[in-house]
């Protein structure tokens, strides 16, 4: 079991930073490989970056390449979401979520990968 919650979120300009931290408790989190995904209204939700268990294996969406980051740390049970010159379109509820299965070493990015769910943290860019 993992139970996430998400924090970082906010209202920012186009071309501002945020960073987002989803800290897990639970005895399997360092085992679990992590991601995050974001839904706008009315939309599906979409792969935004994942890193695997070890934190040696890292995926973006190409979307976000270049001008996200995603990293975590074990001893401290959060993985962050550092995103760099944000624009509107990106206004979203963010959320974090570990992977159903253990120790995998590949990045997950489909969303039926993951088992546990943040509540999701909004973030909003305005232009």
């Known amino acids: 079991q993992v139970t996430l919650v998400e924090s970082g979120g906010g209202l920012v300009q186009a071309g501002d930073s945020l960073r987002l931290s989803c800290a897990a408790s639970g005895r399997t989190f360092s085992a679990s490989g992590m991601g995050w995904f974001r839904q706008a209204p009315g939309k599906e939700r979409e792969f935004v970056a994942a890193?695997?268990?070890?934190?040696?294996?890292?995926v973006y969406a190409d979307s976000v390449k270049d001008r996200f980051t995603i990293s975590r740390d074990n001893a401290k049970n959060t993985v962050y979401l550092q995103m760099n010159s944000l624009k509107p379109e990106e206004s979203a509820a963010y959320y974090c979520?570990?992977?159903?299965?253990?120790?995998?070493?590949?990045?997950?990015?489909?969303?039926?990968?993951?088992?546990?769910w943040g509540q999701g943290t909004q973030v909003t860019v305005s232009s």
């Open positions: 890193i695997s268990w070890s934190g040696l294996s890292i």
């Open positions: 979520a570990a992977t159903r299965v253990l120790y995998t070493n590949v990045p997950r990015t489909a969303a039926s990968d993951y088992l546990y």
